[in-house]
């Protein structure tokens, strides 16, 4: 039992709490500033279990990332990859289908990627989520290559 950020020895409890509520292993500083985070940004549980998910498979990603005009859950700068969790399966209105489209539109033209997960996902496939995330990375650092 390590925290998943800083590799620090957890205690039962510490340990305990962390992954009933996120999922991940985390010390009490880490989990803390993870929870407020959360809190301010109203980031899907699912989204930090990502996040470490693919820290454990070597990727260096950002939490919530300010590219401007919104924050993205996840962000990996080296190749332009967004990555946006769908926390919620509700109807979608067409007023929230346009919305996405034209967030995409404006993120391709600015050279970034946005892939959208749902959140069952993560909590069924992490793994399988992450094998496809890195072959993502692949695929468009090869494109960058080539541009
Ligand atoms: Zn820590």
């Not at 500083?29 to 980031?43: A, F, G, P, Q, V």
């Not at 498979?57 to 700068?77: P, Q, Y």
Request: aromatic share 8%.
């Amino acid at each position: 039992m390590a925290c998943a950020e800083c590799n620090k020895q957890l205690d039962y409890s510490e340990n305990k709490r962390s992954i009933d509520s996120l999922g991940v292993e985390l010390c009490s500083s880490h989990y803390k500033r993870m929870i407020k985070l959360m809190k301010s940004h109203n980031t899907p549980k699912e989204a930090i279990q990502l996040y470490y998910g693919l820290k454990e498979a070597g990727v260096t990603a950002m939490l919530e990332w300010w590219d401007g005009t919104k924050s993205i859950d996840i962000a990996i700068s080296r190749v332009k990859l967004n990555i946006e969790i769908d926390s919620e399966y509700h109807m979608m209105t067409h007023e929230q289908a346009i919305n996405d489209l034209e967030e995409a539109m404006h993120s391709f033209k600015n050279g970034f990627t946005t892939i959208r997960i749902p959140h069952v996902l993560i909590k069924y496939y992490l793994k399988e989520t992450v094998n496809n995330i890195l072959g993502i990375m692949e695929g468009l650092r090869v494109h960058i290559k080539a541009i």
